[in-house]
């Protein structure tokens, strides 16, 4: 009974010191995820709210870098290159950190998002962007601090930041264009060479129409004539149909550019 009574103790202590409460943030974190155009945009950041206090000149002073919200960095993540009013901006996530002012606000996008506030010490070479935007005022106070994309088009969007009765807007551009132009001359090149060759592989293996996949095989084939990869597939293609002397000229052909390409697999294989 004594060894029981201790065994059910020591658990009771065990449960009670890994006991977490849980009771909500004061300032609940927040994920907004936007596409704009063909770019991914995700806005991390925590949510403080007023609670009856002066928020900028007071709580947020004028003129010094500010976190940009609560707890861990506010972040912006971009899955393409963008332009942050004119400026370029490489593909990536980003700390926002800003200066608020009375009339406009320095908006930074800071390379080193892990910091638990501002950084400790500033290091303007992490300063991957700044731009200067002026200030809007709010119709309606905006009881807790939020973040949001907005303004959307096909080609750019606006970065809004909301907290009392003020907002800034950062508008960005969008690779739209750009992408969507690749995508379309791609496409209507035909497939590549790898396409045939990804198509082949899979009707080879699959045992599918071994017709087809030798058609495939051989315009791989003709669009990369160095890819020695290409033309052993090709011959076991060859040789599954039965042709073999056709397998053998490929895997020949194979063999001398394996070796003068430095390839000791392929060349073993």
């Known amino acids: 009974?004594?060894?029981?009574?201790?065994?059910?103790?020591?658990l009771f202590v065990a449960t009670t010191l890994t006991?977490?409460?849980?009771?909500?943030?004061?300032?609940?974190?927040?994920?907004?995820?936007q596409t704009v155009g063909l770019t991914e945009v995700t806005l991390e950041y925590s949510r403080p709210a007023m609670r009856d206090r002066d928020i900028f000149g007071d709580l947020v002073p004028y003129d010094k870098i500010w976190r940009t919200g609560a707890n861990a960095n506010s972040k912006i993540t971009f899955s393409d290159n963008v332009m942050i009013a004119g400026k370029d901006?490489?593909?990536g996530t980003y700390a926002v950190f800003t200066k608020p002012g009375k009339k406009e606000w320095d908006i930074y996008f800071y390379t080193d998002h892990s910091n638990w506030g501002t950084p400790s010490e500033w290091d303007d070479s992490k300063v991957a962007a700044m731009v200067t935007v002026p200030v809007s005022k709010l119709k309606n106070s905006q009881e807790s601090f939020t973040m949001a994309i907005n303004e959307i088009n096909m080609e750019g969007a606006h970065l809004q930041?909301?907290?009392?009765?003020?907002?800034?807007?950062?508008p960005f551009t969008v690779p739209t264009k750009?992408?969507?132009?690749?995508?379309?001359?791609?496409?209507?090149?035909?497939?590549s060479a790898?396409?045939?060759?990804?198509a082949a592989s899979f009707y080879l293996d699959a045992g599918k129409d071994l017709e087809k996949?030798?058609?495939?095989?051989?315009?791989?084939?003709?669009?990369?004539?160095k890819a020695f990869w290409m033309l052993r597939k090709k011959s076991l293609i060859e040789a599954k149909m039965g042709n073999t002397s056709a397998a053998i000229a490929s895997?020949?052909?194979?063999?001398?550019?394996?070796?003068a390409a430095g390839n000791a697999d392929y060349v073993k294989m």
């Open 89 to 91: 901006l490489k593909a």
């Open 161 to 170: 930041i909301m907290w009392a009765n003020t907002m800034v807007a950062v």
């Open 1 to 10: 009974m004594k060894y029981t009574l201790l065994a059910f103790m020591s």
């Open 194 to 198: 790898n396409d045939y060759y990804s």
């Open 251 to 259: 895997a020949k052909q194979s063999l001398a550019l394996a070796t």
């Open 213 to 225: 996949a030798h058609e495939w095989i051989t315009k791989a084939t003709v669009l990369s004539p």
């Open 19 to 33: 006991a977490q409460i849980e009771a909500p943030q004061p300032s609940p974190s927040a994920m907004v995820k």
């Open 178 to 191: 750009a992408k969507t132009q690749a995508s379309i001359d791609k496409v209507m090149a035909g497939p």
